[in-house]
C-alpha cells in the first residue's frame, strides 16, 4: 500500500529556514515525480515545487523562487523542500504529492508557521 509521509513542519521566525522531507513506502519511487504543494487559512491548495523523476528539472512558484529549492533521493526513497528566508506569507500546511500516469499519491501534510 502506498504511503507519504512528511517530516520537518514547525514553528519558524521571520528570515529562517526549514527543511521537509517526504519518505515514501509502496511505490517505485523512481517512477514518480514529485510535488509539494501548500495550503493557507481560507485560501485553495497551490503547487509550490515539483521536481522530475531523476531530479534532472525543477519548477518553482513564482512566490518562492529564489528562496526554496527541491530535491530527492531516490536511494532514500525521500524528497525534500528547502525553504529558506521564510516570510509569514509562507505559513499553511504543505503537501507532498507522488504522480506516475494515472497514479497519484497525497502525503498527510505538515504544518509550516512562520512568525515572530
Known amino acids: 500500500q502506498a504511503q507519504l509521509v512528511e517530516y520537518g513542519g514547525g514553528l519558524v521566525q521571520p528570515g529562517g529556514s526549514l527543511r521537509l522531507s517526504c519518505v515514501a513506502s509502496g511505490i517505485t519511487f523512481s517512477d514518480y515525480a514529485f510535488m509539494w504543494y501548500r495550503q493557507a487559512p481560507g485560501k485553495q491548495r497551490e503547487l509550490v515545487a515539483q521536481i522530475t523523476t531523476t531530479g534532472a528539472s525543477q519548477i518553482f512558484a513564482g512566490s518562492v523562487k529564489g528562496r526554496f529549492t527541491i530535491s530527492r533521493d531516490n536511494a532514500k526513497n525521500t524528497a525534500y523542500l528547502q525553504m529558506d528566508s521564510l516570510t509569514p506569507d509562507d505559513t499553511g500546511v504543505y503537501y507532498c504529492?507522488?504522480?506516475?500516469?494515472?497514479?497519484?499519491?497525497w502525503g498527510q501534510g505538515t504544518q509550516v508557521t512562520v512568525s515572530s
Open positions: 504529492n507522488a504522480r506516475w500516469s494515472i497514479h497519484e499519491y
